[in-house]
């Protein structure tokens, strides 16, 4: 299990409606997303917070109705 890794930041072109934008991955390395600690599944929501002072991103796992609230829509999954 690792506790720690090396991600990527991953940026993509897209167009809706006819606006073009970049929409912004975070790649977690397998093992840390296997380790036993990771606190995220596939398609949970998460509060996203810049920390300016420390140079940081923040992830945190919320639950569905705050997301809700908040304006998260629940996807469905494709197969």
Do not use: H, Q
Request: proline residues 6%; aromatic residues 8%.
């Amino acid at each position: 299990m690792a506790r720690k890794g090396i991600g990527t930041v991953i940026g993509r072109k897209s167009v809706s409606k006819g606006r073009e934008y970049t929409r912004i991955w975070l790649y977690v390395p397998t093992k840390v997303s296997e380790d036993t600690a990771f606190p995220f599944e596939v398609g949970m929501p998460c509060s996203v917070e810049i920390d300016e002072e420390n140079g940081r991103l923040i992830t945190s796992p919320i639950p569905e109705k705050e997301a809700i609230e908040l304006g998260w829509r629940k996807r469905k999954r494709r197969k």
